[in-house]
């Protein structure tokens, strides 16, 4: 069965729309603007999402963010924290949560981290 260029060109741009519309959150917020110190997107379609709480702190004279996600408090070196503010008031993870053995704690993998606006 050969693949006509009209059929190829449909098939990119339809996946071209899907990966667009999974950077959206549910509140409307495009995550695909955001990149990391390098300029490197934060997100693929997966692996961003709204943090359930988080604060800013200092561990050992080094400034964290502190991010709750899925019921469990992750620690996060402020360098992974993005130049621009989330457009929707909330904390932001971008990356993955591994778990090493079976019994092992979850481990943050972090790609970006993506604060609201500061009050001041």
């Known amino acids: 069965m050969a693949v006509t260029v ?14 667009v519309a999974a950077h959206v959150n549910d509140r409307g917020m495009d995550y695909s603007p955001y990149k990391d110190q390098r ?11 709204p ?20 019921g469990m ?13 989330a457009t929707d008031g909330r904390a932001h993870w971008c990356g993955k949560t591994l778990r090493f053995g079976a019994t092992a704690e979850a481990r943050p993998v972090p790609t970006c981290i993506i604060l ?3 009050n001041t």
């Open 73 to 85: 408090w992750i620690t996060v070196s402020r360098y992974f924290v993005v130049a621009e503010d």
């Open 116 to 118: 609201p606006p500061r």
């Open 6 to 19: 009209p059929r190829l060109l449909t098939l990119f741009l339809a996946l071209g729309c899907a990966t």
């Open 51 to 70: 943090a359930d709480d988080y604060a800013e702190t200092t561990i050992d004279g080094r400034p964290v963010v502190r991010l709750l996600i899925d």
């Open 39 to 49: 300029g490197i997107p934060c997100c693929n379609d997966t692996d961003c999402r």
